[in-house]
C-alpha cells in the first residue's frame, strides 16, 4: 500500500540513501567548458530515455517502496525535458510526498517557474559561473548571462526558496568572480554554494593541482567578509556553510563550500542517482551501472524493481577513490551522469 516502506537503501557501509538524483534529459544548450567539449556531446537516442510514465514510476518505487525523502531533478538541463512540469507534478502526488528541488543553468525558467511552483517544485539551484558577461559567455560558450539572472530572480518572486546559486570557480578563468558572485547573493537573499571541480568534464582536461580548493576560496571570502562557521550540523548534505557577518555596507547571510576533492563528504553519503536511461548509479564516480529500463520494458514489476536497486546499492563503494592512485574517471560525463 501507498506509504509502505518495505525496504530501504543500505549500503555494505550501513549508509541508508533517502536522497534521489533523477536525470532527466543529457542534452544541455550551454557547453561549460568543465563539463564538456565545446562541439558538444553525442546525445543518447530518444527512444533509450525513459518516458515520462517510467519516470513516474521509478520515482514511485524509490519513494513508496525504499524511503526516499528527498529528489532533485537534473540534466543535462532538465528544464529541456517537456513532460518536467508532469513528472514534478507525479512526484508531488506521492505518499509521503518527498521534497522536490531542481538543477538547473536557469535559461527559460522565467517562462516556466510558475507552473513548476503549481506542479510541487519545492526549490531550485541554479548555475552562474560569473557575473561578468564576457566571461560567462567564455566559460558557457554562449552569451545568456542576462537569461540567467532572469530565471533566478523569477524563482525567487515564485517563492521556491531559498533560491541556491551554484559556481565552479575554475584557476585563471573565475577567480575574479568569488567576492562579487557573495555579494550579489548576500543583497538578495540568495544562497550561494562554491564547488571544487570535479574530473567529470572532457577527459583528460582536469588537473588537481590546477584546481582552486575550497580553502582558496574561503581565503577569497575572508579578505572581504568576516567568516564563522554555521551553528548547525552538515549531515549528508555536501556543502559547508558559513555565516557571514553583516557590515555597513553588506547584509549578512549564509554561503557554502563543496569540497568534494579535498574534503570528501562519502562517508556521510545519502545519494542514489538514476540516469535518463533508466541506469542506477550508487556515485557520480560510478564505473557500473543497473538497468532498470531493461525491467520497465521487459514487464518487470516493482518487486523485480525493488531488487535490482537495492542489490546495487549493497554494492556501494566506500569512496569515490579520486585520491586513489588507480582512479578512473567514469565514462560519461556530468551532463549524462546528473549533477
Not at 545568456?144 to 531559498?162: F, T
Not at 588537481?208 to 576560496?217: D, G, L, P, Y
Not at 516493482?302 to 542489490?311: C, H, P
Amino acid at each position: 500500500m501507498p506509504g509502505t516502506i518495505r525496504s530501504m537503501l543500505v549500503d555494505g557501509y550501513g549508509r541508508t540513501a533517502r536522497d534521489l538524483r533523477v536525470s532527466l534529459t543529457d542534452r544541455c544548450n550551454l557547453r561549460c567548458t568543465y563539463c564538456m567539449p565545446a562541439e558538444g556531446l553525442q546525445w543518447q537516442p530518444v527512444e533509450q530515455t525513459l518516458t515520462d510514465d517510467e519516470m513516474a514510476r521509478v520515482i514511485k518505487v524509490a519513494v513508496e517502496r525504499l524511503g526516499v525523502t528527498r529528489i532533485r531533478f537534473t540534466g543535462g538541463e532538465p528544464l529541456l525535458r517537456p513532460g518536467l512540469e508532469r513528472i514534478v507534478a507525479a512526484a508531488a502526488s506521492l505518499t509521503p510526498r518527498p521534497e522536490l528541488a531542481l538543477t538547473t543553468n536557469g535559461l527559460g525558467l522565467d517562462k516556466r517557474v510558475d507552473a513548476l511552483a503549481a506542479a510541487g517544485l519545492d526549490r531550485v539551484n541554479i548555475s552562474l559561473d560569473s557575473l561578468d558577461r564576457e566571461r560567462y559567455a567564455r566559460l558557457a560558450r554562449r552569451d545568456r548571462l542576462p537569461d540567467v539572472l532572469k530565471g533566478i530572480e523569477a524563482a525567487h518572486r515564485a517563492g521556491l526558496l531559498p533560491v541556491k546559486v551554484n559556481a565552479v570557480i575554475m584557476r585563471g578563468v573565475n577567480e575574479p568572480d568569488i567576492v562579487p558572485l557573495a555579494q550579489f547573493c548576500l543583497e538578495r537573499g540568495y544562497e550561494l554554494r562554491f564547488i571544487e571541480q570535479m574530473p567529470l568534464g572532457p577527459k583528460g582536461e582536469w588537473d588537481r593541482e590546477a584546481m582552486v580548493t575550497a580553502e582558496e576560496i574561503l581565503g577569497a571570502l575572508q579578505e572581504r567578509f568576516s567568516l564563522s562557521a554555521a551553528e548547525e550540523p552538515r549531515g549528508a548534505a555536501p556543502a559547508q556553510l558559513w555565516r557571514v557577518a553583516a557590515d555597513a555596507t553588506q547584509p549578512g547571510g549564509r554561503v557554502g563550500v563543496i569540497a568534494s576533492v579535498t574534503h570528501p563528504f562519502c562517508g556521510d553519503c545519502d545519494r542514489t542517482r538514476v540516469t535518463s536511461d533508466g541506469q542506477v548509479r550508487t556515485c557520480l564516480f560510478s564505473r557500473t551501472e543497473t538497468d532498470l529500463r531493461a525491467i520497465l520494458r521487459g514487464g518487470g514489476s516493482d518487486e523485480d524493481l525493488v531488487a535490482a536497486w537495492t542489490g546495487a546499492h549493497r554494492a556501494k563503494p566506500r569512496a569515490h577513490g579520486i585520491d586513489d592512485v588507480d582512479f578512473v574517471q567514469p565514462d560519461r560525463t556530468m551532463s549524462a551522469i546528473g549533477g
